[in-house]
Structure formats: C-alpha cells, structure tokens
C-alpha cells in the first residue's frame, strides 16, 4: 500500500500527495507523486487514467508539504512527481536540490532503438 495524504485548500480542491513504486522499469525505486484536483476521488481518478491502476489513498499519514502544494499549483498540468525519499522525510537536503517533473516524464515509453 501507498504511504500518502491529502491537504484541502480554502477553495475547495484539495492536494493528494503519494509514494509510489516507480512505474518506470528503468525509473527510481519510488517516486512522490502530487495531484491538484476537485477532490480526492478524482484526484486518484487522473492518477489511474495514467495506468497506474492499483493507486488507493487510506488515511492521511503522509500528507504534501506547504512546499510541495505551491510546486502542485504552479504546474499548469496538477500532477507532478519526483524520487522519493528513502527515510521518508520530505524535508532532507538533497532532495530539496531535486526539481518536481511533469507525470508524463516519468510514464514515457523508452524509444526502441534501431
């Protein structure tokens, strides 16, 4: 299961923060990945509208960071991904150096060479 969490902001959307196991074979062994949507349903809805199939949101054990929800709201698309931590802070130098990517970054298929 996906550690996770959500946060609702004062209009009414909220912001769905999960680590997932990268879906990418050659990828990262686990990504953070943020969704800015109507409501959690849908939010979850766009992630599995991507191909990530088994996503479920239980709880609100992880939620996204003050930082993570203004990188989610600047993104003109709402869905945006890094690697994860690995002791599962948000808050650790080196991942602050790392720079949140588009979802379709991380869910492109490799070109076959020929």
Same mark, same amino acid.
């Given at each position: 299961?996906?550690?996770?969490?959500?946060?609702? /902001?004062?209009?009414?959307?909220?912001? +769905?923060? @999960?680590?997932?196991? =990268? &879906?990418?074979?050659?990828? *990262?062994?686990? +990504?953070? %990945?943020? %969704?800015? =949507? +109507?409501?959690?349903?849908?939010? #979850?809805?766009? /992630?599995?509208?991507?191909? #990530?199939?088994? %996503?479920?949101?239980?709880?609100?054990?992880? &939620? &996204?960071?003050?930082?993570?929800?203004?990188? +989610? /709201?600047?993104?003109? !698309?709402? /869905?945006?991904?890094?690697?994860? *931590? !690995?002791?599962? %802070?948000?808050?650790? *130098? !080196? @991942?602050?150096?790392? #720079?949140?990517?588009?979802?379709?970054?991380?869910?492109?298929?490799?070109?076959?060479?020929?």
């Amino acid at each position: 299961m996906a550690a996770g969490g959500f946060c609702k /902001l004062p209009n009414g959307t909220v912001v +769905v923060a @999960l680590n997932l196991p =990268s &879906p990418a074979a050659d990828g *990262p062994g686990a +990504v953070r %990945v943020l %969704v800015h =949507s +109507v409501n959690r349903a849908r939010a #979850l809805t766009r /992630l599995r509208n991507l191909g #990530l199939r088994s %996503v479920y949101l239980r709880g609100n054990a992880a &939620p &996204p960071t003050p930082d993570e929800i203004t990188a +989610v /709201l600047h993104h003109p !698309d709402g /869905l945006i991904w890094r690697t994860a *931590p !690995d002791n599962g %802070v948000a808050s650790s *130098p !080196d @991942l602050a150096q790392e #720079l949140w990517r588009p979802i379709r970054a991380l869910l492109r298929r490799p070109t076959a060479q020929t």
